[in-house]
T-cell receptor
Framework: DAGITQSPRHKVTETGTPVTLRCHQT?????MYWYRQDPGHGLRLIHY???????DKGEVSDGYSVSRSKTEDFLLTLESATSSQTSVYFC??????????????FGPGTRLLVL | AQSVAQPEDQVNVAEGNPLTVKCTYS??????LFWYVQYPNRGLQFLLK??????LVKGSYGFEAEFNKSQTSFHLKKPSALVSDSALYFCAVRDFSGAGSYQLTFGKGTKLSVIP
């Protein structure tokens, strides 16, 4: 999985609690992304980062925030979890300046269940 | 806005037969096109991409895809299917046209089942 780890890999939480998911990369890539995967929807972009402290919203950003204080770490926070945020969350990375810079590589995913 | 359509939720093919997984796209500028594969309980694995150049792109595990600009299609193909090819396949597009251009838009996925 291209030097990308996600933690936790599985989490069960209750509605209304905050949840933080972590993505860690060892590739020193500039760009990092958070997606959610739901049946019938494919993958949808939540937020992405184009550098340390530089982030932007994706297609489905409501209810989520992100932070990137180091190149290698990208955190996704569900401020107050809801059942509609039950999903599988994937982190991805990509780089610039190489022939591979257009390609995103994905982590193993975090399965989140909100009760 | 960019979009991707995978018209088939499921494709069944007999082992040894050729397979095709269909993808059509819509972008306002020039497309960057990708195919990914997902095995159960795993992340997405990159298969191949079209950026520019030859319309026939070869990728991992014997897969190839043909970019057809007039039909706005990027179908995934393999001459001889293996049971181990059974997985979920995603087509994705990126519109290289400025703001937000780092965003990949994915299709909903096609489940490929190769029957022994």
């Amino acid at each position: 999985d291209a030097g990308i780890t996600q933690s936790p890999r599985h989490k069960v939480t209750e509605t209304g609690t905050p949840v933080t998911l972590r993505c860690h990369q060892t590739e020193n890539h500039r760009y990092m992304y958070w997606y959610r995967q739901d049946p019938g929807h494919g993958l949808r972009l939540i937020h992405y980062s184009y550098g340390v402290k530089d982030t932007d919203k994706g297609e489905v950003s409501d209810g989520y925030s992100v932070s990137r204080s180091k190149t290698e770490d990208f955190l996704l926070t569900l401020e107050s979890a809801t059942s509609s945020q039950t999903s599988v969350y994937f982190c991805a990375i990509s780089d610039t300046g190489t022939s591979e810079w257009e390609t995103q590589y994905f982590g193993p995913g975090t399965r989140l269940l909100v009760l | 806005a960019q979009s991707v359509a995978q018209p088939e939720d499921q494709v069944n093919v007999a082992e040894g037969n050729p397979l095709t997984v269909k993808c059509t796209y819509s972008v306002s500028g020039n497309p960057y096109l990708f195919w990914y594969v997902q095995y159960p309980n795993r992340g997405l694995q990159f298969l191949l991409k079209y950026i520019t150049g030859d319309n026939l792109v070869k990728g991992s595990y014997g897969f190839e895809a043909e970019f057809n600009k007039s039909q706005t299609s990027f179908h995934l193909k393999k001459p001889s299917a293996l049971v181990s090819d059974s997985a979920l396949y995603f087509c994705a597009v990126r519109d290289f046209s400025g703001a937000g251009s780092y965003q990949l838009t994915f299709g909903k996925g096609t489940k490929l089942s190769v029957i022994p």
